[in-house]
């Protein structure tokens, strides 16, 4: 295949929610409607329950449900579409953060009655920040929700975006009666159908004529009319453009639970959504279609069976062709690498391929050579910005409880913290480990995986730091007052950088106001933007 069909041809997006607002069951009906399974329910769920913080064995499960389930691909209208998987669990949310930055857009699922949760929230400003572009779905609208015009308000808002619905609700909860498609101009009848697909969808060529009346009853009709006529006045009429560059958010309504609502998602969301787009790098911009091969490393998972030390870094391809067996760069080691069984994923299935194009996630086998965010390229000395590291919420200092295992746990961790399971930063005098996480849980995977894969023993002592600042200045001087004046807050991070260790928001606003040549981050992009 030449690389401008393949490129035309790919749909690599992400899907996010708050947990439970219907994630996997929209991820599920997709892959239905896609002929990738063929009954509902094939998809397990894959999202730890609240309840199971010391489930080890759910934890372990998740792990390798979502490698099986990493990237599920399938073909659909001419297209193949790459959903990229991304954990539901909050504590999991850095990993989800990654998981963005390899994707070209992503569809946001609503709870119709929640509507904008706390983790939409935060997922949201990662779209924002990169300029992602989002279509949004309402679900669950066979219950009794908010009302639709409230939502609107309400997403827009709180998500800080335009919104722009394409289909629209008739009625909802026990009066749903299905959905108007504004975009085709027709109507889709609303039936509770949790296995099959409903195909029952009736063009409307008049949203005027009694046709509607007779499909929905009088009262509903009008309504419908009256709320369209609503719609066309408020909000402007839909911008492709508007939408690829993030700053319009087309909506669809549904029910996942019930396939309904889910077609029109799919069919619209082929349209319009990007073929894959370039990325940045150090250097210059990367087109998909550059005809060398690069690609980046967004996640890596490890030890997926312990006597084997196995690790899959999972790496979206940006540009040209990658093809088995061919000697790539790896541009921080500065070294060449072949893979002779990189790895695609279709639905559940897992197989080696021999050629790969932009906008499709492979898996390499890895003895340890990637970090996130490394680049693979044909030759070419340049890093593709972007990866960011999210400040932790949660601190604490990791104390070795086996002197003999020193080595191991030293090793563990380090390996851990390249899988991207938590962020280390080490303090001096006497190398303290200060660990850091967006989950509570993390805590508890990183004790159990360190004891169970590497042997060692390890206690975490809680912090009480509120933000892990990166810093940068063109001002050394200013730098060097600041280090000396709060060793006990000062941090180095992986790669060396220096980080300031904030107990609370007051403490870094003073920092700031002291220093004002110094600019603390609370990402790690930076260090690209340079
Ligand atoms: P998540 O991945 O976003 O966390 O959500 P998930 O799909 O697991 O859905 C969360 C719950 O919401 C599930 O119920 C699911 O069945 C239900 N749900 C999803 N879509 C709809 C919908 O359109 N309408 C209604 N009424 N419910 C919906 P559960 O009780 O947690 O699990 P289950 O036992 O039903 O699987």
Known sequence: MKNAEAIEKRRTFGIIAHPDAGKTTLTEKLLLFGGAIQTAGAVKNNKIKKSATSDFMEIEKQRG??????????????????????????DF??????TLTAVDSVILVIDCANGVEEQTEKLMEVCRMRKTPVIIFVNKM????????????????????????????IGMGDRFKGVYNIYDENINLFQANKTKISTDIASISDINS??????????????????????????DAFDRDRYLSGEVAPVFFGSAVNNFGVKELLDTFIRISPSPIGRESDTRFIEPSDSKFSGFVFKIHANLDPKHRDRIAFLRIVSGKFERNTFYQHVRLDKKFKFPNPTSFMAQDKS????????????????????????????????FKGIPSFSPEIFQELENLDPMKSKQLEKGIRQLTDEGVAQMFVQQPGNRKIVGTVGQLQFEVIAHRLEHEYGASCRFVPKNYFKACWITTENPEQLNQF????????????????VFLAETPFLLQ?????????TFHKTSEFKLEV
């Open 142 to 169: 066979d219950r009794e929700g908010k009302d639709s015009f409230t939502l609107l308000d309400e997403l827009e808002e709180k998500l800080d975006i335009k919104v722009r619905p394409l289909t629209w609700p």
């Open 93 to 98: 949310a850095e990993d989800t953060y990654r």
């Open 65 to 90: 449900i979502s490698v099986a389930t990493s990237v599920m691909a399938f073909e659909y209208g001419g297209k193949q579409v790459n959903i990229l998987d991304t954990p539901g669990h909050k």
């Open 210 to 235: 009694t046709e509607l009346d007779e499909l929905v009853g009088e009262a509903p009709a009008a309504e419908l009319r009256e709320e369209l006529e609503m719609i066309e006045g408020v909000y």
């Open 483 to 498: 280090l000396q004046a709060k060793t006990g807050n000062i941090a180095k991070d992986k790669d060396d950088n220096f």
């Open 510 to 518: 003073m920092a700031e106001r002291d220093y004002p040549d110094l």
């Open 352 to 383: 080696v391929i021999d050629e790969a194009f932009p906008g499709d996630v492979i898996g390499l086998y890895d003895t340890g050579n990637f970090k996130i965010g490394d680049t693979l390229t044909e030759g070419e000395k340049m890093m």
